[in-house]
């Protein structure tokens, strides 16, 4: 259903990142069109993160109907109302005529509401439109006091068509956040749209205290074929996997990451076309001891010998 998108890792497992936060909830899938592939643990979804909702809205109502529960002074949950409005633009069943007036109400509805999760989720539903009309509230988002928030808004961001004219400052900026979530997050949608002006903000996220943003940002400097983090590109594509048996206690990596984050710089070299590491793939192809990341190393040098 949706094209690979960056993974943010679960922020629990960083030692230096320990603060409970709703971004650290396992996230599905995020569509980042034409994006990084950057898995790590949690995969960043067009920011459709579940908060242990358990009982959702009925499918029937229209998205009008949530619009006006999420403008409603008495309806209780309105954040649940922009998650299953959410789920609908995803599935596309509104109209593009309609999405004018729905980024208008969705817009009022962001400015005057005072409930994070509800802010959250209606950046959310906004940037599942892919709509260059959202960004003047992704924009505002970006300076949300929330993490969460500003979060939704810079996955947001990640999922609109290469080519959009912003200004990536605020973007940028939270290259420099205390947070990590937004440190890896702004890594990957900046280099998913080649933002000239942020490849050397990248690079002091190499020497991150969060090996997850270090990772992110020496993948995320594959799309300017930047050779500061070949190093980290290295070292990620060449780490030995845990034995089955070991208990893998954070902030180290289970198998299933390190796996991920293999196939994610693989299909990353292969997506930039650039074969500076073709020595390092081909030992992984040679050596790897999983055979998805092995057989995916042969299929990449065989792109990249072209």
Not at 84 to 112: F, G, M, R
Not at 119 to 144: H, N, V
Not at 163 to 174: A, M, P, Q, V, Y
Not at 246 to 264: F, G
């Amino acid at each position: 259903m949706y094209a690979p998108g960056y993974l943010v890792l679960n922020m629990s497992t960083e030692s230096n990142d320990s603060r409970p936060s709703q971004t650290q909830k396992k996230i599905l899938e995020n569509p980042f069109v034409g994006s990084l592939v950057v898995p790590i643990a949690i995969v960043l979804v067009g920011a459709l993160i579940l908060f242990g909702v358990t009982k959702m809205l009925s499918a029937e109502r229209s998205y009008k109907d949530l619009v006006n529960e999420i403008q409603s002074r008495t309806f209780g949950n309105k954040w649940v109302a922009a998650y299953e409005l959410s789920k609908q633009i995803n599935s596309s069943q509104i109209p593009v005529e309609e999405y004018p007036w729905l980024i208008e109400n969705l817009t009022t509805a962001y400015k005057d509401s005072v409930d994070p999760r509800t802010r959250g989720f209606i950046i959310a539903a906004l940037g599942a439109l892919k709509s260059e009309l959202t960004l003047p509230t992704l924009q505002l988002a970006l300076q949300d006091q929330e993490t969460d928030v500003k979060f939704h808004a810079v996955v947001s961001l990640a999922n609109l068509p290469k080519g959009i004219k912003f200004d990536w400052t605020s973007t940028i900026e939270l290259l420099k956040s205390p947070e990590a979530i937004l440190r890896q997050a702004s890594t990957l949608a900046l280099a998913t749209h080649q933002v000239s002006e942020a490849k050397e903000a990248i690079h002091p996220l190499l020497q991150d205290e969060s090996r997850v943003v270090r990772y992110a940002a020496a993948t995320a400097l594959i799309a300017y074929k930047d050779e500061a983090g070949i190093d980290l590109l290295k070292e990620i594509l060449m780490t030995p996997y845990p034995l089955k048996e070991a208990r893998v206690i954070p902030p180290a990596l289970d198998v299933r990451q390190i796996s991920d984050l293999k196939l994610s710089v693989l299909i990353t070299l292969a997506k930039y076309d650039w074969s500076i590491l073709n020595n390092t793939v081909l030992e992984v192809a040679n050596k790897d001891d999983n055979i998805s990341v092995a057989t995916k190393a042969k299929e990449v040098l065989n792109i990249l010998k072209k």
